[in-house]
């Protein structure tokens, strides 16, 4: 698998469940424009920064695996790498 890092501001469409108070991620627009429909999602941990606490969201549309990156404090989005089966 070949891995691209980018830490590219991205917009991500969620959904909350109700009850375990989980975010699930969608879909992400990247900066691009390209919208990217999410199939599944994988792992979800905690990414410690200092005092902070962002969240990482292994995710992929079936073509390409992906980690987005939510910021607390910043309440952001970042699409932190790419990789594509090869």
Not at 4 to 31: A, D, M, Q, W, Y
Not at 58 to 81: H, I, M
Request: with cysteine; net charge negative; hydrophobic share 35%.
């Amino acid at each position: 698998m070949n891995q691209e890092n980018l830490h590219e501001r991205i917009e991500v469409e969620t959904t909350f469940v109700k009850g375990n108070v989980r975010c699930i991620p969608k879909s992400f627009l990247r900066s691009n424009g390209r919208e990217i429909i999410i199939t599944e999602v994988g792992l979800v941990h905690p990414k410690y920064d200092g005092l902070r606490t962002n969240y990482a969201f292994d995710v992929t549309d079936g073509q390409a695996d992906y980690r987005l990156v939510f910021e607390t404090e910043r309440l952001t989005w970042y699409l932190e790498w790419m990789g594509d089966y090869e």
